[in-house]
């Protein structure tokens, strides 16, 4: 019974397709896992004016991450057994619907699903210091339960800055790295290999895997990917409280 958080050095970056990768890795080792998506929001840019408020915490059951974690994991769970809140727009916080957003119902389900499931593998929303409400961050939340974390890094223009004032603030937080995932969201990129050396040489926590670049990760085994799921399991062992 542990959790970890899923966590990206920005949006888009492939935190969805790195989770279902680390279940995947994990159920090939014979651990019960569950994914779970405290706030999802569609990628779309739809406008919504600040009165405008949906009904309940759920607009409709139709968020592709969630759906994406329903279908990886083995185990038998509804949409809202792994999903606190969805919402149908990018910013639920600058709405009035931010203000549905309950710490308490999210601790909730996070412990109902840990008591239940060996693992849990907790996907966050946008980068590591995104807003959950008004008054706390992700990263705050991670403090609070003393998660450790898994960094998604998008490798692309930029994500050498990104990646190293991510682990920057997860060191300043005292949060634990479990390690970080290469996630190739530009085949086109050149420098790709240099990169990944630059990022070893700069973190100290392991490298875990290198997602390729390809067609709808969301429905392949990007599992085989994981080449340090040794990794993952000891932090779940031994680290995790």
């Known amino acids: 019974m542990s959790s970890f ?3 990206g050095t920005d949006t888009n970056v492939g935190k969805t397709v790195a989770t279902r990768a680390i279940i995947q890795a994990l159920q090939a080792q014979n651990i019960e896992v569950v994914g779970y998506k405290p706030i999802a929001c569609t990628q779309d840019d739809e406008v919504v004016e600040n009165d405008v408020v949906q009904e309940g915490d759920y607009g409709a059951e139709d968020n592709a991450d969630v759906l994406t974690l329903m279908k990886t994991t083995q185990q038998a769970v509804s949409y809202r057994d792994i999903n606190s809140y969805t919402f149908g727009h990018t910013m639920p916080l600058f709405t009035d619907q931010g203000e549905q957003i309950q710490l308490e119902k999210i601790n909730q389900d996070l412990d109902r699903l840990n008591q239940r499931y060996q693992t849990v593998v907790v996907e966050g929303c946008f980068g590591w210091l995104s807003p959950i409400n008004k008054h706390f961050s992700f990263a705050d939340w991670v403090v609070t339960h003393q998660m450790p974390v898994v960094l998604v890094v998008g490798i692309k223009e930029g994500c050498i800055n990104h990646t190293l004032l ?11 790295l479990i390690g970080w995932i290469a996630n190739r969201i530009n085949p086109c990129l050149g420098h790709y290999a240099e990169m990944i050396d ?7 926590a392991p490298l875990l895997g290198e997602i390729p670049y390809i067609y ?3 429905t392949q085994d990007v599992g085989k990917y994981m080449t340090n799921i040794e990794r993952l399991t000891y932090f779940k062992t031994e680290w995790v409280r």
């Open 5 to 7: 958080f899923v966590t």
């Open 166 to 176: 991510t682990v920057q603030s997860l060191m300043n937080l005292g949060v634990p």
């Open 198 to 204: 630059t990022l070893c040489e700069k973190i100290e």
């Open 216 to 218: 709808k990760p969301e």
